[in-house]
Nanobody, 121 residues
Framework: VQLQASGGGLVQAGGSLRLPCAAS????????MSWYRQAPGKERELVASIENDGATTIADSVQGRFTISKDNTKRTVYLQMNSLKPEDTAVYYC????????????????WGQGTLVTVSS
């Protein structure tokens, strides 16, 4: 199983980016999908997550600016980031709970490789 994140780059403050993250490989089911970020010198933090039923959780720091969505047919989660601020600069990582076998216990948590978002002032 692999998670491939993309869409990062350099953007001016106030701009927008959309980060997709696609899951591939032997996948029987995908559970919670999330985006985390880690800024230089800081711990990794949860930005947003989306459950199987579509329920979402958004961090207070990005509430009203970021949204998370998913396309189940493509096994892809998206992070739409609007009104970006310099403090949003970080490496963004996607995360997913995935069952890769027929048994109930054939499940684990997987991480994407990270994509860098840089917001200039």
């Amino acid at each position: 199983v692999q998670l491939q994140a993309s869409g990062g780059g350099l953007v001016q403050a106030g701009g927008s980016l959309r980060l997709p993250c696609a899951a591939s490989g032997t996948i029987f089911d995908v559970y919670t999908m999330s985006w985390y970020r880690q800024a230089p010198g800081k711990e990794r933090e949860l930005v947003a997550s989306i459950e199987n039923d579509g329920a979402t959780t958004i961090a207070d720091s990005v509430q009203g600016r970021f949204t998370i969505s998913k396309d189940n047919t493509k096994r892809t989660v998206y992070l739409q980031m609007n009104s970006l601020k310099p403090e949003d600069t970080a490496v963004y990582y996607c995360n997913a709970g995935i069952r890769n076998g027929r048994r109930f216990f054939d499940r684990g948590t997987y991480w994407g490789q990270g994509t860098l978002v840089t917001v200039s002032s």
